[in-house]
């Protein structure tokens, strides 16, 4: 072009300002001025919204000064794009001085600085500023509840969004999705289902921002059969949009929701229609689906994903290799674990946090120690989850002194106030070691009388060590705390049938039944070709049943001849010692164990998953079956990871 105006300059301009290419139009302002084309103020605009998307303070303070020595009239529109900039930069002094100098405001005006006051977290004063408001448009709406939400005043973000339907406000397409994340993140059904019934009314429920929005909302309320319905009404308006931000998007929602909500088969089997239907699976997919995995104890789906994540060519950053970490270390594949993080050069504090809490269920307490040196001296500040997984470490492996001086520093050096977690460590690593009255103590000086959690772990440590007058102090405490939690009565009847008091164990059973608890039923699973197979106890439910029991009924044979002996004092009842012997025989985690020998070859490792603590005889079982098939079984129960191996626990019999 031969001749080029202000306002050609300026479409170029505009048109990069609008796409992202800040740079670009810096360069661009810059050749405007060398050509002696004087920018009007929608040039200037785009500009300085440039120059706040890069944080570039010192080159949009030199546009500044350039309207001021030139003379340009600065009106609202321009104004605006001044206070914004000022204030998207962090520079609140300059912004409250052009504030303060401006003689015409509008809504615009007053929506940049009440979302200022949100983004510093003063959510009062953006309140108080938005009430005094006389006009207040749909925009100032929608950045108060949000604003409000994002800093955590939900009830707040509710009554707003109450107000606003009372005022008659028009709600756009922003509205109905930030109520729609209120209502997620309040996990209220009822007010999602009445903002669904909106959006329908009002024909916007065919927006794709709107409908993940659904989907979401209808995930994190515990309704998976409605987000799929959303899902599946979304394909047959629409038909698939291949690998589209939207459908990748909606997919990912699901899975996410799935693993939420504890429906993890679900979960897998919709990831793997996804690769079958050859819809990109991006990093949040992959995320959630090992995260999955890391519950479940499913090894070999988690290395497939982790095989699927490398042939799309991405790389293992931080955050992903935290996950794969935790995978691997909970799947009981420390080896890997490790490998993972060796393989990882970013590592920070939550690469680290990840390893220290895998090698912490594995039992390796110097090995924690260590990594957690290791952290000190290269300057990482640890944050309350690695001393949750420090702590851990010192508690299984009695490192009573180790554990005492982290607790200290996370204390006096980090500034860090202990949560219920840190607490329950502490009391489990008094009590471990079998400083009981150190453990009441501790809990005492610290004020942490209403933490359940704490007494239960006492109660746990009681039990360990046979001392049934604390028991029952302490199972006091907890049913006073949680009347309807199985786990006291359960451990206290333990303890009795330990010391074989029958009478009082029937009795604790039956206080237990007249107010209605019930126990969670043991569960083992483990899993075989890719599929999982679950047991309980005396379980005949298995198709291979009659192979699993004959095999087990041998295994025992053999391994009396030995050494191993039942130990009867586990069983739940008072029976005579041979019919003890019968139902020990038939734990779940044992008839899991029995099916993966007669399932794989016998170079292959056992890997067990359990929901419950395992038994003292089941502990036995495992130590002799290794020792007898020269097999290596790892058994994963609610607290830990057992790797026995030739006859030993890496436990060290300290569980």
Same mark, same amino acid.
């Given at each position: 072009?031969?001749?080029?105006?202000?306002?050609? !300059?300026?479409?170029?301009?505009?048109?990069?300002?609008?796409? &992202?290419?800040?740079?670009?139009? =810096?360069?661009?302002?810059?050749?405007?001025?060398?050509?002696?084309?004087?920018?009007?103020?929608?040039?200037?605009?785009?500009?300085?919204?440039?120059?706040?998307?890069?944080?570039?303070?010192?080159?949009?303070?030199?546009?500044?000064?350039?309207?001021?020595?030139?003379?340009?009239?600065?009106?609202?529109?321009? %104004?605006?794009?001044?206070?914004?900039?000022?204030?998207?930069?962090?520079?609140?002094?300059?912004?409250?001085?052009?504030?303060?100098?401006?003689?015409?405001?509008?809504?615009? #005006?007053?929506?940049?600085?009440?979302?200022?006051?949100?983004?510093?977290?003063?959510? /009062?004063?953006?309140? /108080?500023?938005?009430? @005094?408001?006389?006009?207040?448009?749909?925009?100032?709406?929608?950045?108060?509840?949000?604003?409000?939400?994002?800093?955590?005043?939900?009830?707040? *973000?509710?009554?707003?969004?109450?107000?606003?339907?009372?005022?008659?406000?028009? =709600?756009?397409?922003?509205?109905?999705?930030?109520?729609?994340?209120?209502? *997620?993140?309040?996990?209220?059904?009822? =007010? &999602?289902?009445?903002?669904? *019934?909106?959006?329908?009314?009002?024909?916007?429920?065919?927006?794709?921002?709107?409908?993940?929005?659904?989907?979401?909302?209808?995930?994190? +309320?515990?309704?998976?059969?409605?987000?799929?319905?959303?899902?599946?009404?979304?394909?047959?308006?629409?038909?698939?949009?291949?690998?589209?931000?939207?459908?990748?998007?909606?997919?990912?929602?699901?899975?996410?929701?799935?693993?939420?909500?504890?429906?993890?088969?679900?979960?897998?089997?919709?990831?793997?229609?996804?690769?079958?239907?050859?819809?990109?699976?991006?990093?949040?997919?992959?995320?959630?689906?090992?995260?999955?995995?890391?519950?479940?104890?499913?090894?070999?789906?988690?290395?497939?994903?982790?095989?699927?994540?490398?042939?799309?060519?991405?790389?293992?950053?931080?955050?992903?290799?935290?996950?794969?970490?935790?995978?691997?270390?909970?799947? &009981?594949?420390?080896?890997?674990?490790?490998?993972?993080?060796?393989?990882?050069?970013?590592?920070?504090?939550?690469?680290?946090?990840?390893?220290?809490?895998?090698?912490?269920?594995?039992?390796?307490?110097?090995?924690?120690?260590?990594?957690? %040196?290791?952290?000190?001296?290269?300057?990482?500040?640890?944050?309350?989850?690695?001393?949750?997984?420090?702590?851990?470490?010192?508690?299984? *492996?009695?490192?009573?002194?180790?554990?005492?001086?982290?607790?200290?520093?996370? @204390?006096?050096?980090?500034?860090?106030?202990?949560?219920?977690?840190?607490?329950?460590?502490?009391?489990?690593?008094?009590?471990?070691?079998?400083?009981?009255?150190?453990?009441? @103590?501790?809990?005492?000086?610290?004020?942490?009388?209403?933490?359940?959690?704490?007494?239960?772990?006492?109660?746990?440590?009681?039990?360990?060590?046979?001392?049934?007058?604390?028991?029952?102090?302490? +199972?006091?405490?907890?049913?006073?705390?949680?009347?309807?939690?199985?786990?006291?009565?359960?451990?206290?009847?333990?303890?009795? #049938? #330990?010391?074989?008091? !029958? %009478?009082?164990?029937?009795?604790?059973?039956?206080?237990?039944?007249?107010?209605?608890?019930?126990?969670?039923?043991?569960?083992?699973?483990?899993?075989?070709?890719?599929?999982?197979?679950?047991?309980?106890?005396?379980?005949?439910?298995?198709?291979?049943?009659?192979?699993?029991?004959?095999?087990? /009924?041998?295994?025992?044979?053999?391994?009396?001849?030995? &050494?191993?002996?039942?130990? #009867?004092?586990?069983?739940?009842?008072?029976?005579?010692?041979?019919?003890?012997?019968?139902?020990?025989?038939?734990?779940?985690?044992?008839?899991?164990?029995?099916?993966?020998?007669?399932?794989?070859?016998?170079?292959?490792?056992?890997?067990?998953?359990?929901?419950?603590?395992?038994?003292? /005889?089941?502990?036995?079982?495992?130590?002799?079956?290794?020792?007898?098939?020269?097999?290596?079984?790892?058994?994963?129960?609610?607290?830990?990871?057992?790797?026995? @191996?030739?006859?030993?626990?890496? +436990?060290?019999?300290?569980?």
């Amino acid at each position: 072009m031969r001749q080029r105006d202000v306002r050609t !300059w300026t479409i170029l301009v505009s048109y990069f300002a609008r796409v &992202g290419s800040d740079g670009v139009v =810096l360069e661009l302002f810059k050749d405007m001025q060398n050509k002696g084309v004087v920018p009007n103020q929608f040039t200037l605009s785009s500009v300085l919204k440039c120059c706040s998307s890069l944080s570039e303070l010192r080159i949009g303070k030199g546009v500044h000064g350039w309207i001021l020595r030139n003379g340009i009239t600065l009106d609202v529109v321009l %104004e605006n794009s001044l206070l914004d900039f000022y204030v998207k930069c962090k520079d609140l002094g300059s912004a409250k001085c052009l504030f303060e100098l401006m003689e015409e405001r509008n809504s615009v #005006t007053w929506n940049i600085l009440i979302g200022t006051h949100l983004n510093t977290g003063d959510v /009062d004063k953006a309140v /108080d500023m938005f009430r @005094k408001l006389r006009i207040k448009d749909v925009t100032s709406w929608n950045i108060i509840i949000d604003g409000a939400m994002r800093n955590r005043f939900k009830r707040i *973000a509710l009554e707003l969004l109450y107000e606003m339907v009372k005022h008659g406000t028009f =709600l756009n397409e922003v509205t109905f999705s930030i109520a729609l994340v209120l209502a *997620a993140s309040l996990l209220d059904l009822e =007010l &999602g289902k009445q903002i669904h *019934a909106a959006v329908f009314r009002m024909g916007i429920h065919v927006d794709d921002f709107i409908r993940n929005s659904l989907i979401d909302m209808y995930c994190k +309320c515990g309704r998976m059969e409605l987000s799929l319905k959303v899902l599946k009404k979304m394909d047959m308006d629409f038909g698939r949009k291949e690998n589209s931000i939207v459908e990748i998007i909606s997919w990912s929602s699901i899975i996410s929701g799935f693993i939420r909500n504890g429906q993890f088969e679900d979960a897998f089997k919709t990831f793997t229609s996804m690769v079958r239907k050859e819809i990109e699976v991006d990093r949040s997919i992959i995320t959630s689906i090992i995260s999955g995995c890391a519950n479940c104890g499913v090894l070999e789906l988690g290395q497939q994903v982790h095989a699927l994540f490398h042939k799309t060519g991405h790389k293992v950053d931080a955050h992903l290799g935290s996950s794969l970490i935790d995978m691997y270390a909970k799947c &009981g594949n420390l080896d890997d674990a490790q490998m993972i993080f060796k393989q990882t050069s970013d590592r920070n504090v939550v690469l680290w946090t990840s390893m220290i809490s895998g090698c912490a269920i594995h039992g390796q307490g110097r090995e924690v120690v260590q990594q957690f %040196e290791s952290i000190i001296s290269e300057g990482i500040k640890p944050n309350e989850v690695t001393f949750i997984g420090v702590l851990t470490a010192c508690s299984h *492996a009695g490192l009573i002194e180790e554990g005492c001086r982290y607790f200290r520093l996370m @204390k006096e050096v980090y500034g860090f106030k202990p949560e219920v977690e840190h607490f329950t460590c502490m009391v489990d690593l008094y009590g471990r070691v079998g400083l009981l009255d150190e453990a009441k @103590k501790f809990i005492h000086e610290n004020g942490i009388h209403q933490m359940s959690a704490v007494w239960r772990s006492l109660l746990s440590s009681c039990r360990l060590h046979k001392d049934i007058e604390m028991a029952e102090w302490v +199972c006091e405490k907890l049913l006073h705390l949680e009347p309807l939690d199985a786990g006291p009565y359960i451990l206290l009847s333990n303890i009795c #049938t #330990t010391k074989q008091r !029958w %009478e009082e164990a029937a009795e604790v059973r039956s206080l237990m039944q007249s107010r209605g608890v019930k126990k969670n039923p043991g569960q083992s699973w483990i899993e075989i070709k890719n599929q999982v197979h679950a047991f309980v106890v005396g379980d005949r439910s298995h198709p291979r049943k009659d192979e699993i029991y004959a095999y087990l /009924d041998k295994l025992i044979k053999r391994l009396r001849e030995i &050494g191993y002996l039942s130990d #009867t004092k586990n069983v739940m009842q008072d029976v005579e010692e041979e019919q003890g012997e019968m139902v020990l025989a038939f734990h779940s985690e044992k008839l899991a164990a029995a099916y993966g020998i007669i399932s794989t070859s016998s170079q292959k490792r056992i890997r067990i998953m359990k929901n419950l603590r395992i038994c003292n /005889d089941c502990h036995n079982f495992m130590k002799y079956t290794s020792q007898l098939l020269g097999r290596e079984i790892i058994v994963r129960d609610i607290r830990r990871f057992h790797h026995f @191996k030739h006859g030993y626990c890496s +436990c060290g019999e300290f569980w």
